[in-house]
């Protein structure tokens, strides 16, 4: 009797999932608003190739590029990668309000401007708009997408200022502004961030000015701010107590002396090369657990502490200092 009540319960279930009932089936089929919104953007876009399967044939969730979520069927991910795509973002990306994933990366011809639009995506969490050919500012409307944890517009063309509202994001992981034209300084707001504290990639921009003391009351893990022209002292990201674990200085104007500067044990990465630093290097150095070092193209002296992994980096880990000696350079005299 049990057996058989399971048996008919097992039957009627298998019917029941087989039936093409929309209510029952594994995922809501595609919203009409959101199809319809994609549609406008596939036409914005001037109907490329990459959107070929857009087809009112198939649902909108089964089209490439896109995820929707299976219980709601709203598009909740966008990202249009490395196609044959002219002209600009279309403004109507802020039309898919459960947006939480965007991104336009390795477009070429893709040019113009941030559109304002995104504002109306608070859900958004991810941010990506990489590798195209984008003008005009890091718009400061960006820090009202309150959610983001990831915000990537590196290799574009973007021009103007750091905007410091961008500290606003407590939610914030990654910040990578890397490989555009941005000039200015680095906010003094960095060092105001609350809750997440990003990894922070400015690198190859023409940033100048000192890097505020103020990044020094948090605790990085990255950072990257290579290739500007930057000056002034770093030590505020080193001490004992930081937890910093990969910084690249590197091909800026940094002058300090680093004799006294306490690297933390957390340290793995220290790309210092092309400065005007001087000094010593520290003793402490001996201590770390380093994968990456390269002081060279400085104006450093002195004794390489030896000991540690010191020795195992190539010598053009320390070349092209003013008195630099010991292995694995030359023997001091
Ligand atoms: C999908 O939507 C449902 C209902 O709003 C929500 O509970 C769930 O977390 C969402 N899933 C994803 C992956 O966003
Ligand atoms: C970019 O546009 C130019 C000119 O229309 C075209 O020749 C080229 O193939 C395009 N490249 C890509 C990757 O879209
Ligand atoms: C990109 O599209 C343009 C115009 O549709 C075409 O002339 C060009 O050859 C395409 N480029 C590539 C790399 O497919
Ligand atoms: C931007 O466009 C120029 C010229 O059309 C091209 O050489 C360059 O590769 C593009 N940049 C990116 C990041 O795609
Ligand atoms: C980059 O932007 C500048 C200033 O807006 C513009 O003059 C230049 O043509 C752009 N370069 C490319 C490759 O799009
Ligand atoms: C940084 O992290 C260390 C180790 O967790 C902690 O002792 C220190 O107080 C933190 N400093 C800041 C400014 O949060
Ligand atoms: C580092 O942390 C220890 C213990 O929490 C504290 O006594 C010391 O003052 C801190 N040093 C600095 C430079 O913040
Ligand atoms: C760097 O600091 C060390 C230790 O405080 C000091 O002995 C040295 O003279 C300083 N070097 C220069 C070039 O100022
Ligand atoms: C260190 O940097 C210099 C200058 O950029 C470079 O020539 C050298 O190859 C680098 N060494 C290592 C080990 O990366
Ligand atoms: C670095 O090492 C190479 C070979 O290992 C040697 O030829 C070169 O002279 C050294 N350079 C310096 C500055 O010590």
């Not at 958004?124 to 500012?137: A, K």
């Not at 006294?260 to 990465?269: C, E, F, R, Y």
Request: charged share 15%; with cysteine.
């Amino acid at each position: 009797m049990k057996n058989s009540t399971f048996t008919t319960s097992i039957i009627s279930l298998l019917i029941v999932l087989s039936l093409p009932s929309p209510s029952l089936s594994a995922s809501k089929p595609c919203n009409k608003n959101d199809e319809k919104v994609l549609f406008q953007i596939k036409k914005s876009l001037g109907n490329p190739y990459l959107l070929a399967s857009w087809q009112t044939t198939l649902d909108c969730c089964k089209w490439y590029c896109l995820k929707c979520n299976k219980t709601t069927g709203r598009v909740i991910e966008l990202t249009i990668f490395s196609g044959n795509i002219s002209g600009q973002i279309p403004p109507e990306v802020g039309d898919l309000p459960y947006l939480q994933t965007l991104e336009f990366r390795k477009l070429t011809n893709l040019t113009g401007q941030i559109p304002s639009s995104i504002t109306k995506l608070t859900q958004l969490t991810m941010l990506r708009l990489s590798w195209t050919n984008l003008s005009g500012p890091v718009p400061s409307f960006i820090s009202q997408l309150t959610n983001l944890n990831f915000l990537d517009l590196s290799f574009n063309n973007l021009t103007g200022t750091i905007p410091p509202e961008l500290a606003k994001l407590t939610k914030l992981n990654g910040l990578h502004l890397d490989r555009n034209k941005l000039t200015g300084v680095i906010p003094e707001s960095f060092g105001t961030f609350t809750g997440s504290v990003p990894d922070l990639y400015l690198s190859h921009n023409q940033l100048t000015g000192t890097v505020p003391k103020s990044l020094g009351y948090l605790n990085f893990t990255v950072i990257d701010f290579s290739r500007n022209q930057l000056t002034g002292d770093l030590s505020m990201f080193f001490g004992p107590n930081k937890t910093i674990q990969i910084v690249d200085f590197s091909r800026n104007n940094f002058q300090f002396n680093l004799s006294d500067v306490k690297l933390p044990a957390s340290l793995t990465s220290l790309d210092l090369n092309q400065n005007s630093i001087f000094g010593g290097l520290p003793a402490e150095l001996t201590g770390l657990s380093l994968q990456y070092l390269n002081v060279s193209y400085n104006r450093l002296c002195g004794a390489i502490p030896q000991g540690g992994n010191l020795q195992d980096f190539d010598n053009t880990s320390y070349f092209h200092n003013r008195c630099l000696c010991g292995s694995p350079l030359a023997a001091c005299t």
